[in-house]
Structures are given as C-alpha cells and as structure tokens.
C-alpha cells in the first residue's frame, strides 16, 4: 500500500514514522508513506496557501489550487482521496478495515478555518476520527493510517489483529499476565487451570459481558452466533 499524505506541518510526522510497528511496515515493504508539503504547490511567491474566506468571517482558509495541484500529480486510477474533517463520516474499525484493501490512499490534512469548499469535488471520503475540532489534520491522519497499516496482512500477528476489540463487534475479554497474584490482586483461576475448553468458555461470556455494560450501542451492529445470542440473553435476565 501507499500513502501519500499532504499536509503544511510534515514534522508532524516524523516520531510516527519512526516508531515501532509503523517504522517495522515501512521497513518491511508492508507500506510506503510520502509526505507533501503543500506549500510547494502554492502560487505565491511566498508559498502562502491560505486567504481570507469570501463573504467576510473569522481565520483565515486553505486555497483550492495548490490542493487541486497536488491531488491531480499524485492521483491515479485506483488511488482513494480522504478529507480529514470533522464534518466526515465517524470513522470505525470497519471503515479502517475497509481502506486497508485499497491500493493507494491520499490523505489531506487542513488547518486554520479548514479548505475551500471546491475540495469536496475532489475527494472520495470526508472522514472524522471524532466529534470533536483539532488544529488540523494531521493526528487524524496518523490515527487513520495506524488503524489501517496494523490490519495489512502480516504487519501484525493475523490472529492478534482477528482477535482485537471491534473487529468481530465485540470488545475483547480480559486479559492478564504475571505475577498471578499481586498485594492481593489475583488472576481469574480459570486462566490457570489449563483447561483450554473453559478458557474459550470463559473468554467469550467475558467479551459479551464486557460489551454490554461498557459499549451496549454496539450489539445492534454484531452478527451474532446463537451461542453468543444465549449468553446475551442469560446476561440480560441475571441483571433484573
Ligand atoms: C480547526 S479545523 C477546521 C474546522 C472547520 N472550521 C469546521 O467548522 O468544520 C482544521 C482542520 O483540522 C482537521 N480536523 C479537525 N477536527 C477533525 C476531526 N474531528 N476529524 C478529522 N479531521 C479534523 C481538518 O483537516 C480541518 O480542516
């Protein structure tokens, strides 16, 4: 996969990319990731890329042009356009999951009041990473690609990725690891029974229970065995 990411702050990036399972993926040739400075794109003498906006209001916005520049040197035929914004879609494990098949990704971070409105005619997804407005676009670009790189086969253990909160639905049942027991503080026993049958068992009433009482907005999403339907329901009479 490639991601080419614009953005006026590349320092931004500089610790994500040479950090631990991102640094190994781009070493591994899982990914590639090009930063481009949009201030190369300007058409000012002084690499100015903002303005005022139009009909008068506060900050300053990003000019269409050097965005419109940029997209069309990079873009290709199968290359997918994604808008940082607060006004995109919520952005999700599946929609991260989704993007990790693609080919090619060209993310475009916006600063200041945002971009000109002409870039919605250039782009294929609006994303948000939350309900919530940051300065800019860029740690929304670093939790998207994140999100997405770590689900590229092999860049992580399969099984982890297959196994990690969200991805089936579920939050993941809890996990321990040594000592088994600290100032009173001790690991399930079933954990240590050796018992891999009631390990599973317990494991998968555990990930229901835990969706329930921390995220129930998410069990109207999952696709549920009947197994899983079972435990939800003894769940739901135990609590009345
Ligand atoms: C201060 S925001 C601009 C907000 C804009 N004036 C509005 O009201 O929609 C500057 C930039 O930060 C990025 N940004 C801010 N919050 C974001 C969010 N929740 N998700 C994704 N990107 C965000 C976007 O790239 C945006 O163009």
Not at 109 to 129: F, K, P, V
Request: proline letters at 5%.
């Amino acid at each position: 996969m490639k991601i080419d990411i614009i953005t006026i702050f590349p320092e931004f990036f500089d610790t994500f990319l040479k950090t631990s399972i991102i640094k190994r993926a781009i070493e591994d040739g899982f990914v590639e990731i090009e930063l481009h400075q949009l201030r190369d794109y300007s058409h000012n003498k002084h690499k100015k890329i903002d303005d005022t906006p139009y009909g008068g209001g506060v900050g300053m916005l990003m000019a269409f042009p050097p965005f419109y520049d940029v997209i069309h040197k990079l873009k290709k035929e199968n290359s997918k356009v994604i808008l940082l914004s607060p006004q995109g879609k919520l952005f999700n494990q599946k929609f991260a999951t989704e993007l990790s098949n693609m080919n090619h990704l060209i993310l475009i971070c916006g600063h200041y009041e945002g971009i000109d409105a002409r870039i919605e005619a250039l782009i294929d997804y609006e994303i948000s990473i939350g309900d919530y407005v940051l300065t800019g676009g860029e740690i929304p670009a670093m939790i998207l690609s994140d999100a997405v790189i770590r689900l590229i086969p092999k860049v992580i253990h399969q099984d982890s990725a297959a196994e990690d909160s969200l991805q089936n639905g579920w939050l993941k049942y809890p996990q321990y690891t040594k000592p088994e027991q600290y100032k009173g503080f001790k690991v399930p026993d079933v954990l240590i029974s050796g018992n891999h049958q009631l390990i599973n068992e317990w494991r998968m009433k555990q990930q229901v229970k835990k969706t329930m009482e921390k995220r129930p907005d998410l069990l109207k999403q999952i696709e549920m065995t009947e197994k899983e339907v079972k435990l939800l329901k003894e769940f739901n009479k135990n609590q009345k």
